[in-house]
């Protein structure tokens, strides 16, 4: 004799195979709140309904059941024509997804389908498994622009890459996120070009967050030859550039740098000049004390501060 759960399970199930959408839709909700594993099946099934509406009910009850048997349905629906179910499955197996399913996800990545490959690509970050290494270098010559993008991005989370020669080129691709995102993995990667990559990009690039972001690499690289490059870039016309570039200089203090340090205390910004009054501590150089004095005054409260942490710093290291 079926049990209540049994009836009322096959009662939705029925309605499922409904010609009204109404009809699916209340049993796709009615299996959401049921919120059992016996509800797995049947909710695999409306994924694949004509409807969106019931294919996003399904993606959610999966989510919150967290059954892994529903991995490699809700792969399929990352290849979804309606943005809405691809972001929610997205979320979901971005919970679901574990070192298990690697071969799997790299299986996913044959089929020609950008939107699957795009999020299967995102999928391969979480895992972090550096047998995806091949098929991620594979769409560094992809003809979409979304999908080299998303593979350089996805390298930057890869265990154990260090070097990765097909990686560079990136940095001059055609595409502005392309190039964002390259100047953003070679912060994470060892080749032995990519510090003047990284400074060609800082100062020639059209785009101020390639500009930006090739900053932000530097400072990990910390590296002292980009200083003939770093102090053209602080005069550069984005603030955002300015102010990475002098976080990168409070790692590389330059004694050479000292004027056009001060001069950063006077930029428009208070960001910039909060860097700035940082940069200059850590130059720990006498003569910066004048400018710092000054800053003391500074209209934004966050300057003084560090001016005054840096007035401390330079007479502990001069004393």
């Given at each position: 004799m079926?049990?209540?759960t049994?009836?009322?399970?096959?009662?939705?199930?029925?309605?499922?195979q409904?010609?009204?959408?109404?009809d699916?839709?209340?049993?796709?909700?009615s299996?959401?709140?049921l919120?059992e594993?016996?509800t797995v099946?049947?909710?695999?099934i409306?994924?694949e309904?004509?409807?969106?509406?019931?294919?996003k009910?399904?993606?959610?009850?999966?989510?919150?059941?967290?059954?892994?048997?529903?991995?490699?349905a809700?792969?399929?629906?990352l290849?979804?024509?309606?943005i809405?179910?691809?972001?929610?499955?997205?979320?979901?197996?971005g919970?679901?997804v574990?070192?298990?399913h690697?071969?799997?996800?790299?299986?996913?990545?044959h089929?020609?389908?950008?939107n699957?490959?795009?999020n299967?690509?995102?999928?391969?970050?979480?895992?972090?498994?550096?047998?995806?290494l091949p098929?991620v270098?594979?769409f560094?010559?992809?003809?979409?622009p979304?999908?080299?993008?998303?593979?350089?991005t996805?390298?930057r989370?890869?265990?154990?890459?260090?070097?990765c020669?097909p990686?560079?080129s990136?940095?001059?691709?055609?595409?502005d996120?392309?190039?964002?995102?390259?100047?953003?993995?070679l912060?994470?990667?060892?080749?032995?070009?990519i510090v003047?990559?990284?400074t060609k990009?800082?100062i020639?690039?059209?785009?101020w967050?390639v500009?930006?972001?090739?900053?932000?690499?530097?400072?990990?690289?910390?590296?002292?030859?980009?200083?003939?490059?770093?102090?053209?870039?602080?005069?550069d016309?984005?603030w955002?550039?300015?102010?990475?570039?002098?976080?990168?200089l409070q790692?590389?203090?330059h004694?050479?740098?000292?004027?056009?340090?001060?001069?950063t205390?006077?930029?428009?910004?208070?960001?910039?000049?909060?860097?700035?009054?940082?940069?200059?501590?850590?130059?720990g150089?006498?003569d910066?004390l004048?400018?710092?004095?000054?800053?003391?005054?500074?209209p934004?409260?966050?300057?003084?501060?560090?001016?005054?942490?840096?007035?401390k710093?330079i007479h502990?290291?001069?004393?």
């Amino acid at each position: 004799m079926l049990t209540d759960t049994n009836l009322e399970l096959n009662q939705w199930l029925e309605m499922l195979q409904s010609v009204n959408e109404g009809d699916r839709l209340v049993a796709v909700k009615s299996l959401q709140h049921l919120g059992e594993d016996t509800t797995v099946d049947a909710l695999i099934i409306a994924l694949e309904d004509e409807s969106t509406a019931v294919q996003k009910i399904a993606v959610s009850a999966l989510w919150e059941i967290a059954n892994p048997q529903a991995v490699p349905a809700l792969l399929k629906t990352l290849a979804s024509p309606d943005i809405e179910v691809r972001t929610e499955a997205l979320s979901a197996l971005g919970e679901l997804v574990t070192t298990d399913h690697v071969l799997l996800l790299l299986d996913a990545l044959h089929q020609e389908n950008i939107n699957l490959q795009i999020n299967i690509l995102i999928l391969l970050r979480k895992i972090h498994d550096i047998q995806s290494l091949p098929a991620v270098l594979s769409f560094f010559d992809s003809k979409y622009p979304e999908l080299r993008e998303a593979a350089i991005t996805t390298l930057r989370y890869l265990n154990q890459v260090q070097i990765c020669p097909p990686a560079l080129s990136l940095i001059n691709d055609s595409d502005d996120n392309v190039r964002r995102a390259t100047a953003l993995t070679l912060g994470h990667l060892a080749d032995q070009e990519i510090v003047d990559l990284l400074t060609k990009a800082l100062i020639s690039d059209i785009d101020w967050q390639v500009r930006r972001n090739a900053a932000k690499s530097l400072a990990i690289h910390a590296n002292s030859a980009a200083i003939p490059a770093l102090k053209i870039a602080l005069k550069d016309e984005h603030w955002q550039v300015r102010k990475f570039v002098l976080q990168v200089l409070q790692k590389t203090p330059h004694i050479e740098l000292l004027s056009a340090l001060i001069e950063t205390l006077t930029d428009e910004y208070s960001d910039v000049r909060k860097e700035g009054a940082i940069a200059l501590g850590n130059l720990g150089i006498f003569d910066a004390l004048n400018a710092l004095q000054q800053a003391l005054d500074d209209p934004d409260r966050d300057v003084c501060i560090y001016a005054e942490k840096a007035i401390k710093k330079i007479h502990n290291l001069v004393s």
